[in-house]
């Protein structure tokens, strides 16, 4: 039975990336050896990481003056490197709060400085995002989450403030049109859009790179990974080699702009399927529906559960809903063909039939 | 040509870990995923960390009472985790100094408090492990660097000590029997005889867990990640994966002692041909000599070239010594067949030959 892999990460990549992956874990570009015995300081490794970057600022129209670097410990070791390195003492950074992730790095933020949460949509289970907040010119950096993989939100908007701006893009990187110069700091786990678990990918302006608030740890200091660009220690090599052929992929797929023409008639089709169906309703406000994690419930716990029974029978994975949100959520990631997405919404369809 | 891998690290593994893992990456276990697609939150993957976390403890015979944990960021992010969790400010640490990983840990643990450097053996360019010093009573730990990669030298003894003991053993663990138990805390860089890059091994004594010396950020916290399992936030799925089926196989093998003898008679058969051999010398105190990185130097640079050009010709992959030591390194890691390591030892042969 052919799988429809709809979970929310680690997640579907293409099926030719998967094919390249094997065929290099056996003998990398006919070396005679596999991509797991290089050397990271080999001309072999040096080429693939030099790709990796080239294809990050390509494929994102990254401006001059900015790093682009391939670490490890994901979002969630950005969480305190973010503030470790940027929210001095005796300083402020504000963080927007719209879910889970963003209410972590905030956490982590607080041990070194003072934290604003200038807004928040906890008061509705994080259903929306957040606007018309006012944001100090006072603080360090403002933090935003861009995509909230648990609830189903995103923001769209690159927000022209008077701070530095960093983001959190785990979950929507590579997946729409972004204006990098907006943003001093962008930080993604790979294991949505980028590539396998284990590599993170930063993006940062290089003059926001003196603003370093403290002595770090050297592996925790942006500035040393910059300066060895990403060569500190030995990096996640095949992790980093994957996202290497998944961005090359994207990049033959049309970039950027293609892909987000796809992704929005995915997201679409299903958010039409859930407004029309009657068995079903979407979790999020209409303005703040994320493309990339979309949540939705079934009008009571019977439906639920026979709609789960299903799409395990029918080869639909990863719908299940987070704990913290309930109910589905189908993740239309870049690699989830449109075809998956219609059989999931023509298996709606017959569910509704049969069940009302 | 077949290419004997020499290389330090990342380092050769067994071929089948190569045929398996690829396999895995098309398909896992017949489900119909790819291992690069699976939740680090299911059931397989659950199967894929316990499995690996076992092996870990039935390999090296780990205790009752001690966590195994698998982390990111390799033992450079140890240098800094160790101190930060134990080096109390008004501390003081104890360090053996053999070399360039060592003085990095120290580097790193002076942020934290104060260090002792109770030994080193910088004085001969690391070439022997110091003996004979004294061990402060009133040091919160004693860190160790078990085998060092760039100088050739290696640790043999678990050091019979009153303050509890840590080791970077990155690049001999599992090569030879250990006793975990005079240890509080082993790490180790996964890249040598554990796995692919990516993933850092970690044996903590719970008993040990509770000297947190201060409030450390999340992900750096070894509470944190022994609590929940190596999974407080998403793992190098596929880096873990890698290092469960080379533990398997290293299990098939019959295990560290069966593998320490092997090891014992390629480390001698390359020492008795360095010592034989008129065209080259060991770099390395008798007493001190590494099984996992035999280091040694050609009598003129004029020989030295020509070998390596040989080396390059026939396939041995991964020979030319680190900068810092010059002249010639063989890793003879775990996966490394007697079969290379006699190859190396006929060309060595022929070369002197050839040269005389």
């Given at each position: 039975?052919?799988?429809?892999?709809?979970?929310?990460?680690?997640?579907?990549?293409?099926?030719?990336?998967?094919?390249?992956?094997?065929?290099a874990?056996?003998?990398?570009?006919?070396?005679?050896?596999?991509?797991?015995?290089?050397?990271?300081?080999?001309?072999?490794?040096?080429?693939?990481?030099?790709?990796?970057?080239?294809?990050?600022?390509?494929?994102?129209?990254?401006?001059?003056?900015?790093?682009?670097?391939?670490?490890?410990?994901?979002?969630?070791?950005?969480?305190s490197m973010?503030?470790?390195?940027?929210?001095?003492?005796?300083?402020?950074?504000?963080?927007?709060?719209?879910?889970?992730?963003?209410?972590?790095?905030?956490?982590?933020?607080?041990?070194?400085?003072?934290?604003?949460?200038i807004?928040?949509?906890?008061?509705?289970?994080?259903?929306?995002?957040?606007?018309?907040?006012?944001?100090?010119?006072?603080?360090?950096?403002?933090?935003?989450?861009?995509?909230?993989?648990?609830?189903?939100?995103?923001?769209?908007?690159?927000?022209?403030?008077?701070?530095?701006?960093?983001?959190?893009?785990?979950?929507?990187?590579?997946?729409?049109?972004?204006?990098?110069?907006?943003?001093?700091?962008?930080?993604?786990?790979?294991?949505?859009?980028?590539?396998?678990?284990?590599?993170?990918?930063?993006?940062?302006?290089?003059?926001?790179?003196?603003?370093?608030?403290?002595?770090?740890?050297?592996?925790?200091?942006?500035?040393?990974?910059?300066?060895?660009?990403?060569?500190?220690?030995?990096?996640?090599?095949?992790?980093?080699?994957?996202?290497?052929?998944?961005l090359?992929?994207?990049?033959?797929?049309?970039?950027?702009?293609?892909?987000?023409?796809?992704?929005?008639?995915?997201?679409?089709?299903?958010?039409?399927?859930?407004?029309?169906?009657?068995?079903?309703?979407?979790?999020?406000?209409?303005?703040?529906?994320?493309?990339?994690?979309?949540?939705?419930?079934?009008?009571?716990?019977?439906?639920?559960?026979?709609?789960?029974?299903?799409?395990?029978?029918?080869?639909?994975?990863?719908?299940?809903?987070?704990?913290?949100?309930?109910?589905?959520?189908?993740?239309?990631?870049?690699a989830?063909?449109?075809?998956?997405?219609?059989?999931?919404?023509?298996?709606?369809?017959?569910?509704e039939?049969?069940?009302?």
């Amino acid at each position: 039975m052919k799988i429809h892999n709809f979970g929310a990460g680690p997640c579907i990549l293409p099926q030719e990336v998967f094919e390249k992956a094997a065929a290099a874990v056996l003998n990398l570009n006919n070396s005679g050896l596999s991509i797991l015995e290089i050397s990271h300081r080999s001309a072999a490794f040096d080429e693939i990481i030099n790709n990796a970057q080239n294809l990050v600022k390509e494929l994102l129209g990254v401006p001059e003056g900015y790093k682009v670097l391939f670490l490890q410990g994901g979002a969630s070791l950005q969480f305190s490197m973010v503030p470790m390195n940027y929210l001095p003492q005796d300083g402020k950074a504000a963080y927007l709060d719209t879910g889970v992730w963003s209410s972590k790095g905030i956490k982590e933020a607080t041990l070194f400085g003072e934290v604003l949460t200038i807004a928040s949509s906890k008061d509705k289970n994080y259903s929306y995002i957040p606007k018309g907040f006012d944001l100090p010119k006072d603080v360090s950096y403002f933090h935003i989450t861009t995509n909230n993989t648990i609830y189903g939100t995103e923001i769209f908007e690159d927000y022209d403030v008077k701070v530095p701006l960093i983001a959190d893009m785990s979950s929507d990187i590579f997946s729409r049109k972004i204006d990098v110069s907006k943003y001093d700091l962008i930080y993604a786990g790979a294991q949505k859009n980028i590539g396998p678990a284990g590599a993170t990918v930063v993006i940062v302006k290089e003059s926001f790179l003196q603003n370093k608030a403290r002595v770090v740890p050297t592996m925790l200091d942006y500035q040393v990974h910059a300066k060895n660009d990403s060569l500190f220690n030995t990096p996640p090599v095949f992790p980093i080699y994957v996202s290497m052929l998944n961005l090359e992929w994207l990049k033959e797929q049309g970039g950027i702009d293609a892909i987000e023409k796809i992704n929005i008639k995915k997201a679409e089709l299903l958010y039409q399927e859930i407004e029309r169906n009657s068995l079903f309703v979407g979790n999020v406000e209409k303005d703040s529906r994320s493309r990339m994690n979309i949540t939705f419930s079934a009008i009571n716990e019977d439906i639920e559960a026979k709609f789960l029974a299903i799409c395990k029978a029918k080869g639909i994975h990863g719908i299940k809903g987070h704990r913290l949100s309930g109910g589905f959520r189908a993740s239309l990631y870049n690699a989830l063909p449109l075809s998956s997405v219609e059989y999931l919404v023509e298996a709606m369809q017959d569910f509704e039939k049969e069940n009302k």
